[in-house]
């Protein structure tokens, strides 16, 4: 399976601007806050017909991630889901947050197009371990403070011009098991790259 990646999308410090791809991300996030009350929704909402029924059968399917699901609806992390095209081929899914004065913190998932369905099953429960992750930390609210938690919880996995990319033990093992789940049988450790924070 290719690599897992998470992009942690914005400014490295206050009074940057956003780059273009982390504009639309806050835009979207914001239409759909508008459209749909905190307080009457799900913390993760697909924004598609098609990502809704990919959540669905993940949950169906996992275990693991009707947990984190679960674990999510205690929080004040409302998680967005899409999907879309990157130019990076090897990338299958990324994890933001988008700056927010309300009492929610705003993430978006996003998952690469034209995957296999057992990928985008794996990649979204992989980016819901990581939604997870940054609930847990109360001082995570933008992208600065983002790229700082992972320093410290994450393994630095790359670099390369404007990015940097971290992983989490927690997020490998839980691609391993949903993809156990999915498949059944054991699965061999597979590399990702994970968390990461890009400067464009």
Request: net charge positive; with cysteine; proline share 6%.
């Amino acid at each position: 399976m290719p690599p897992l990646r998470r992009l942690l999308r914005g400014p490295l410090s206050p009074g940057r601007s956003l780059p273009i791809a982390g504009v639309a991300v806050a835009m979207t996030a914001a239409s759909a806050l508008a459209e749909t009350p905190a307080g009457a929704a799900p913390h993760v909402r697909p924004e598609t017909r098609e990502a809704r029924a990919l959540l669905a059968d993940l949950t169906e399917r996992s275990v693991t991630v009707r947990q984190l699901v679960d674990q999510l609806s205690h929080s004040n992390v409302i998680v967005y889901v899409r999907h879309r095209a990157f130019t990076d081929t090897t990338l299958d899914g990324r994890i933001g947050i988008v700056r927010s004065q309300g009492p929610n913190r705003i993430l978006i998932v996003e998952l690469r197009c034209g995957r296999s369905l057992v990928t985008q099953l794996v990649t979204l429960g992989h980016e819901l371990q990581h939604a997870v992750e940054i609930a847990a930390a109360a001082h995570v609210v933008d992208a600065p403070s983002l790229a700082e938690h992972y320093g410290l919880i994450g393994q630095r996995t790359n670099s390369g011009p404007g990015t940097l990319t971290f992983e989490t033990d927690a997020a490998r093992d839980t691609s391993n098991e949903v993809r156990r789940e999915l498949l059944g049988g054991a699965v061999k450790s597979s590399g990702t790259s994970g968390p990461s924070h890009e400067r464009e």
